[in-house]
Nanobody, 123 residues
Framework: QVQLVESGGGLVQAGDSLRLSCAAS????????MGWFRQAPGKEREFVAA???????TYYADVKGRFTISRDNAKNTVYLQMNSLKPEDTAVYYC?????????????????WGQGTQVTVSS
């Protein structure tokens, strides 16, 4: 059974930074792509960033240049460094593990999900 546990969310001001972490357990971490998604109140969940098994990255256009996804296979952990945060980044952020090794932007390609961590950015 795969478990994903996110941490690092919180309340920050616009322009601040946060780093989210997602610790994975249950199967060979370095064989699978990992992704971050977010869901704001009243909106559908949306793709934020993904990283393939080999480290290739893909970003949602609105976060490209501000957010960085990375992984540490030795620690079975994926990170999302978020800089220059904006109020519109406020959402619950979810970590997910894909069914394969290549980065995917569609949530249907992800088999396992964490419980989510709240990020709130005040103006």
């Amino acid at each position: 059974q795969v478990q994903l546990v996110e941490s690092g969310g919180g309340l920050v001001q616009a322009g601040d930074s946060l780093r989210l972490s997602c610790a994975a357990s249950g199967r060979t971490f370095n064989s699978y792509a990992m992704g971050w998604f977010r869901q704001a109140p009243g909106k559908e969940r949306e793709f934020v960033a993904a990283i393939s098994w080999s480290g290739g990255t893909t970003y949602y256009a609105d976060v490209k240049g501000r957010f960085t996804i990375s992984r540490d296979n030795a620690k079975n952990t994926v990170y999302l460094q978020m800089n220059s945060l904006k109020p519109e980044d406020t959402a619950v952020y979810y970590c997910a593990q894909s069914g394969g090794g290549y980065s995917q932007t569609n949530e249907r390609d992800y088999r396992y999900w964490g419980q989510g961590t709240q990020v709130t950015v005040s103006s």
